[in-house]
């Protein structure tokens, strides 16, 4: 199949569909210039994964916080959403997907328009203490004071995403699986299905029927396994060309 004769067939099913969902993953905010975690320019070519292991950030903070704040906060912080951010965003204005389920943490779906985002890995906008439970806004706390302690109990503060060895928050696994349930088609962006559970979102859809969507420029563990349409090229390319077939303007 070509990829234009592909951007058709996707298009017809986002037309013929009633509950249809987004799902995410690093891939999307590559051209807005957030590197994936893996692959050969991916974050973990040039930093140890260990630095976002629960225990080791507990055992080492110091050094966690060194490359945490360069990587999502320094690094993260001046991103901007992308074409395929917009396009989302634009979709479910017009009441053509449902949702966005992502695995990032930079808030480029929500700065992009995206209203249901479900975050299934948190969000690095907000700091934890996880003493004493205290919520911060990142913005909000010197950074360059390495760690950044809670101002109540002088706990060491957390990014409140999912760290390594760290269970799912609750409300984000829930309201994801329900509308992988509801689903007749899957939007999947960006994502290597490598991280789990939330590959397993896509797959939760299919064994309800669902019919599967997937943009990404290599082939991923759900290419072969789930996907109807395979749509081989960048996030921003495809999805313009999906805006473009519908005939609508962003
Ligand atoms: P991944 O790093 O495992 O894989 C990224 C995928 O994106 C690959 O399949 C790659 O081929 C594809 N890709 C690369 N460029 C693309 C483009 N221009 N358009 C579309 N696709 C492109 O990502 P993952 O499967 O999402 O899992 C990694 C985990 O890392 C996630 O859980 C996520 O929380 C986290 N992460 C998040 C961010 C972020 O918030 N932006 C960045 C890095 C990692």
Request: proline residues 4%; hydrophobic residues 40%.
């Amino acid at each position: 199949m070509t990829t234009s004769d592909s951007v058709d067939s996707a298009v017809e099913l986002i037309l013929n569909s009633n509950f249809a969902i987004a799902f995410t993953g690093a891939g999307i905010s590559v051209e807005s210039g957030i590197p994936p975690f893996r692959g050969k320019d991916g974050l973990w070519s040039k930093y140890d994964p260990n630095v976002l292991d629960l225990n080791n950030f507990f055992l080492f903070p110091v050094e966690s916080w060194k490359v945490i704040k360069e990587i999502f906060y320094d690094f993260f912080g001046s991103a901007k959403p992308n074409s395929a951010h917009i396009a989302l965003a634009e979709l479910e204005h017009r009441k053509m997907i449902k949702a966005v389920i992502t695995q990032n943490i930079d808030n480029l779906h929500t700065i992009a328009g995206s209203k249901e985002v479900y975050e299934f890995h948190g969000n690095s906008r907000m700091l934890v203490c996880p003493n004493c439970g205290e919520n911060y806004v990142a913005a909000e706390v010197d950074l360059n004071e390495i760690v950044p302690l809670c101002n109540k109990c002088h706990g060491v503060l957390k990014p409140d995403f999912i760290f390594f060895g760290e269970s799912i928050t609750t409300l984000a696994y829930q309201k994801s699986v329900e509308a992988a349930e509801k689903a007749d088609l899957v939007i999947i962006i960006g994502s290597t299905g490598e991280v789990t559970p939330a590959s397993m979102i896509p797959t939760i859809a299919k064994q309800n029927g669902a019919k599967i969507i997937e943009i990404n420029p290599e082939r991923s563990l759900f290419t072969d396994s789930v996907t109807d349409v395979f749509l081989q090229g960048k996030a921003t390319v495809i999805m313009e060309q999906i805006i473009n077939e519908l005939k609508l303007k962003v």
